[in-house]
Nanobody, 120 residues
C-alpha cells in the first residue's frame, strides 16, 4: 500500500489550503483515512480522520476550521483547511488504517508528509 499526498504550501494567517491524498495497493473493506501533523519538537498528533462509513473525528484545535472528506471510489482523502493560524504550521501526514484480519487492531500506512507553513 502506498499513499501519495499533495497540496501543502505556505500561506498567511487566515488563508486556506487543501491537502489531498490517494492510496493505492491491496486493501479491502472498512478502513479509516485521515491526517496527522507533527510540528518541530512535538509528537505527531491527530488532525482529522474519516471512516468508510463516514464517521469523522477532529482534533479540538481544528474543529470548525478544517473539513475532511473522502472519495471512496478513488481511495482518496482531502483536508480543507480554512482560517489557518501559525500554530497550524507542521508537516502533515496522510494515514490509512486498515483493520487486521487475524487479530485485533489496525495496520497503519503513512504518506510521505507535506509541509504546511502559516505566517503571521
Amino acid at each position: 500500500v502506498q499513499l501519495q499526498a499533495s497540496g501543502g504550501g505556505q500561506v498567511e494567517a487566515g488563508g486556506s489550503l487543501t491537502l489531498s491524498c490517494e492510496a493505492s495497493g491491496n486493501f479491502f473493506g472498512m478502513n479509516a483515512m485521515g491526517w496527522y501533523r507533527q510540528a518541530p519538537g512535538n509528537q505527531r498528533e491527530l488532525v482529522a480522520t474519516r471512516t468508510t462509513s463516514s464517521v469523522t473525528n477532529y482534533a479540538d484545535s481544528v474543529k470548525g476550521r478544517f473539513t475532511i472528506s473522502r472519495d471512496i471510489a478513488k481511495n482518496a482523502v482531502y483536508l480543507q483547511m480554512n482560517s489557518l493560524q501559525p500554530e497550524d504550521t507542521a508537516v502533515y501526514y496522510c494515514n490509512l488504517a486498515v483493520p487486521m484480519t487475524d487479530r485485533p487492531g489496525v495496520r497503519d500506512f503513512w504518506g510521505q508528509g507535506t509541509q504546511v507553513t502559516v505566517s503571521s
